[in-house]
Structures are given as C-alpha cells and as structure tokens.
C-alpha cells in the first residue's frame, strides 16, 4: 500500500538520474518516518540533500548535519537556509554533540570514506539515545559487472583497482579506502555497540558502465551547471528531451525489485541498526 510518505519520497527523487542513490536514498528517508518528530543527525551530510529531504517529509523533525568538507557544507547551507537545519563542519571521529543528542542517524556513502571507521561508529554510538536508530548505506564489495566493468575485472584477475584518487576513473573507488560485505559491516556495527536489524541489497541490475557515465561524465556536466534541471542541490527547471531520455535509459536498466533482502551482487548496502538500550 502506498502512503502519502512513499508518495512525497517518489516526487522528490523524480529528478534524480542515477537509480543507484534514488533507491538508498527512498529506503533511508521511508525508515525515518518511525521517527518523524525526533532529533536526527546527517553525519556525511556533504551538500544537504539528506537534511533538506527530512525537513521537507518531517517538517517536526529536528535536523543537524555535519560534514567534514568545508566546500560541500557552503554549499549545504545554502539548500538549508530557509530550515532549521543545523549545520556544522566536524570530524565523524569527534562530533561535536553531547552524548544521547539524537534519535537517529543517518550516515549513507561515508564509512568507506574512512580510514578508523570503527571509531566512527563507537562516536555514532555516543550520540545516540539508547534504542536509536542508525541508518547506514556502503558500496557493496560484490558489485554487478556492468556497474563498474575495469574494476571489476582488475579486482578478480589482478587482485587490485584503479587507484582512488584517480576519481574520474576509479569508478566505485571514488576517494573510497574499502569496500563492504554484509558480514563485515553488520561486525563492526555490532562491535560498536548496536543491534542490527534489516539489511537490503541496492541496485543488482544497471546499464553497462553506469558508475562510470554517472559519475565520471554525468556528475561533473551537472555540478558545471550545464543541466540544473537534473541537480538535486540546484535550480529546477523543465528537463531537457535528451536528458529526460537518459534518465529513461537509465531506469529501463534498472532492477524491478532494486532492493533485495538476500544478498546478491548489488550496487549498494543499507543496514538498519539500534543502539542497545
């Protein structure tokens, strides 16, 4: 049955070109609704689009978000601006909230970004109240062929990647130190003190070298302000018949069933997790 939450979620991705971010993002905004009126940290909240998404579906929710990036959280401000978001540049290592702050936490494509990850989650937990919600979304380390074909092949012939600072064309290495399996992020989720619940597998299927149309073409013609119309942190406007026909070649790719509860080479993971009480 569809509520006037999954409703408002669809509308606001309907812009989004990459199916990949459109169906972790909806799984992690649908969670949130068991705690629509609560305290909820972005923690990675890069340039806003998690914190401007739960005030616009929760408008009783209180939001902060936190990001390391001096550049993405100007950016982030500026979304925000008309909200009550709180924002605030902090290291995931040392947030800068007293302990049991919030509700919730949604922490979506950052762990892999960090080297201590496992501090990460132990501040994560601090945070929380007892009984609180994390949310988290990782690249899965059993990614589809097509999604990201070079790596795919160096990893499994070779046993190595196209380096990660090479961001054009390292694919789902972007700026990443690893990669997840279900198993080794639900360990170290419970290694820092919570209980974990669902686990869904994002995105199984996509169009042949999706990451690398995405991210290494597409991402940088959007951020040049070529296609606002396609920018989930600019201006709306009518799309453009091409890039509407992109977006449909895109998602004709896309997997009927885009999140899976058995694990499956996929895009993404999302983990739903609770602080012990």
Not at 81 to 99: E, G, I, K, Q
Not at 115 to 137: H, K, M, P, T, Y
Not at 212 to 219: V, W
Not at 234 to 255: E, I, M, N, Q, T
């Amino acid at each position: 049955m569809t509520t006037p939450i999954d409703t408002s979620i669809t509308t606001l991705m309907s812009s989004e070109i990459d199916p990949a971010f459109a169906v972790r993002a909806s799984l992690i905004l649908q969670q949130l609704g068991s705690i629509e009126a609560g305290r909820i940290l972005d923690l990675g909240c890069g340039r806003g689009f998690y914190a401007k998404a739960i005030t616009t579906l929760y408008p009783g929710a209180a939001v902060a978000g936190v990001d390391y990036n001096a550049d993405y959280l100007a950016v982030a401000k500026a979304q925000t601006h008309a909200t009550t978001v709180r924002l605030a540049r902090a290291d995931a290592r040392a947030l800068p909230f007293p302990s049991e702050s919030f509700d919730a936490v949604v922490c979506s494509e950052v762990l892999e970004h960090i080297v201590e990850d496992g501090a990460a989650l132990l501040e994560i937990n601090r945070v929380l109240r007892a009984g609180g919600l994390l949310l988290i979304s990782v690249p899965h380390q059993d990614y589809p062929f097509l999604w990201d074909p070079l790596n795919w092949v160096l990893e499994r012939a070779f046993g190595t990647h196209v380096p990660a600072h090479i961001w054009w064309l390292a694919g789902i290495w972007a700026d990443h130190v690893r990669l997840y399996t279900a198993a080794e992020l639900s360990s170290r989720i419970r290694a820092a003190g919570f209980v974990t619940g669902s686990t869904w597998f994002t995105t199984p299927r996509c169009l042949p070298f999706a990451h690398f149309l995405l991210y290494g073409i597409g991402k940088n013609i959007i951020e040049s302000g070529l296609c606002p119309s396609f920018n989930l942190f600019g201006r709306k406007s009518g799309h453009s018949r091409f890039l509407v026909w992109a977006r449909r070649l895109l998602y004709a790719f896309d997997d009927p069933d885009p999140a899976r509860s058995d694990e499956t080479p996929s895009v993404g993971i999302v983990i739903k997790a609770y602080k012990q009480a």
